[in-house]
């Protein structure tokens, strides 16, 4: 069966999408630690980061790059980088905006509305 992930990457499952190319994908985390917590994923189905092939590693990191740099001029914030690796069998990168009420591990809870408003915000076409 596909990951979540893919399934988000093939259309079956809705997200609210910041940036997509030919290899990656990013978009907002449905339960985030704060608010413009993104995902970036790579569109390969691969459980482990380490264990994609170079070219979808280097396309990862590089859309992580680039989304990072992008999220800190919209919102102003420093952007921190989490590799955990056990809650989806798909390799990912979770992009979180850091602010000084930030407390790791508490998901905050958002309405459709404040979600669209922050896809919105950091959105690149």
């Not at 482990?48 to 859309?63: N, R, V």
């Not at 990072?68 to 069998?89: C, F, N, Q, Y």
């Not at 602010?99 to 979600?115: A, I, N």
Request: hydrophobic share 40%; charged share 30%.
């Amino acid at each position: 069966m596909s990951s979540v992930f893919t399934q988000i990457i093939k259309g079956e499952i809705p997200c609210y999408k910041i940036y997509e190319d030919d290899k990656t994908m990013a978009f907002l985390d449905i339960n985030p630690e704060t608010k413009g917590h993104v995902l970036v994923v790579p569109k390969l189905e691969v459980d482990k980061i380490y264990d994609l092939p170079d070219e979808d590693f280097h396309a990862l990191m590089s859309t992580v790059k680039k989304l990072s740099s992008h999220m800190e001029k919209v919102l102003g914030a420093r952007i921190l980088w989490k590799v955990i690796g056990t809650d989806v069998p798909h390799a990912h990168v979770h992009l979180l905006p850091y602010d000084e009420s930030w407390q790791h591990g508490r998901t905050l809870e958002l309405t459709p509305e404040e979600f669209e408003e922050i896809r919105s915000k950091l959105a690149l076409d």
